[in-house]
């Protein structure tokens, strides 16, 4: 009995010592920091400011409170515009009338949209040697964007006596009414591509034959491989579209309204 105690004990010792022990488990290494960045460039093209022609002869001197009739029957603009007119004029000290029995009438001779030529515009030189920017210069290097051209002219008459007071006449383009170039932005973002891959090779090695295996060697951790990816281009100032550039109209007109009306003489 003893003698077959002892053959059991010897077994159970010889079978720990042929045990190989276990290499520690390996741990997910911790994640890189993604970075997020945003990166803007520019479009230019040459730019014409409003052209203003005006003249006032002195026959008839304007003066504040002096009424004033609007004569639209030539053309047709909306009533934002006429009110516009109307509170331009008011301001200038002039009283607007709806009767035509008034001390001047100002006739409305032309308000036109007219749609020209598309504008080009050019990439600006980028102040960053990023590789996403290079390859948008070779691929887009110009943009070519809607334009029209809004055009005001008005004359003013004095009634009594039918003679011409103030003429004046201007013109502007969408492009030059903006005075700005077109503004892109574009957001780079770092992403891991082989997450998984890392994910996995974690699993493998914590298994007990490959802990086995590597107790006495080390392996090499995969690294994580990062890729930065690029969202396409988002415009965030400027009008370029046909629809964009109709929508700018109304503020054009508004403006030409106000330089032409600035131009008037009221004493």
């Known amino acids: ?31 890189p920091l993604l970075q997020k960045s945003i990166f803007q ?7 014409d400011s409003a052209r203003i022609k005006s003249v006032q002869l002195p026959a008839h001197a304007v003066k504040k409170r002096d009424s004033v009739f609007i004569d639209t029957s030539k053309v047709t603009i909306t009533d934002q515009l006429h009110n516009k007119l109307i509170n331009i004029l ?3 000290g002039l009283i607007v009338d709806n009767s035509e029995n008034t001390d001047y009438r100002l006739v409305i001779q032309q308000a036109d949209l007219t749609y020209g030529k598309d504008k080009v515009y050019v990439l600006n030189k980028p102040s960053s040697e990023h590789a996403y920017i290079a390859k948008i210069s070779q691929t887009m290097p110009t943009k070519q964007c809607s334009n029209i051209t809004a055009s005001l002219s008005m004359r ?14 201007s013109s502007v383009d969408s492009a030059g009414f903006q005075g700005i170039p077109m503004q ?10 082989n997450e998984q891959a890392v994910l996995n090779f974690i699993t493998e090695q914590n298994t007990d034959e490959a802990r086995q295996a590597r107790y006495h060697t080390s392996v090499d951790m995969p690294a994580y491989s990062i890729k930065s990816v690029q969202t396409p281009l988002v415009k965030v100032a400027g009008a370029c579209t046909q629809e964009e550039v109709s929508a700018l109209t109304p503020k054009m007109m508004f403006k030409l309204t106000e330089g032409l009306i600035d131009k008037l003489n009221v004493q």
């Not at 045990?19 to 741990?27: E, V």
């Not at 460039?41 to 730019?47: A, F, K, Q, V, W």
């Open 1 to 31: 009995m003893r003698v077959i105690i002892g053959s059991i004990a010897l077994t159970g010792l010889a079978g720990c010592m042929l045990t190989q022990p276990l290499a520690p488990k390996l741990s997910l290494p911790p994640k």
């Open 41 to 47: 460039i520019s479009y230019s093209s040459e730019l």
């Open 90 to 92: 008011s301001k200038k």
């Open 156 to 169: 003013l008459t004095h009634n009594q006596s039918s003679d011409v007071v103030w003429f004046a006449k």
């Open 184 to 193: 892109y932005t574009f957001t780079e973002t770092q992403r891991i591509t």
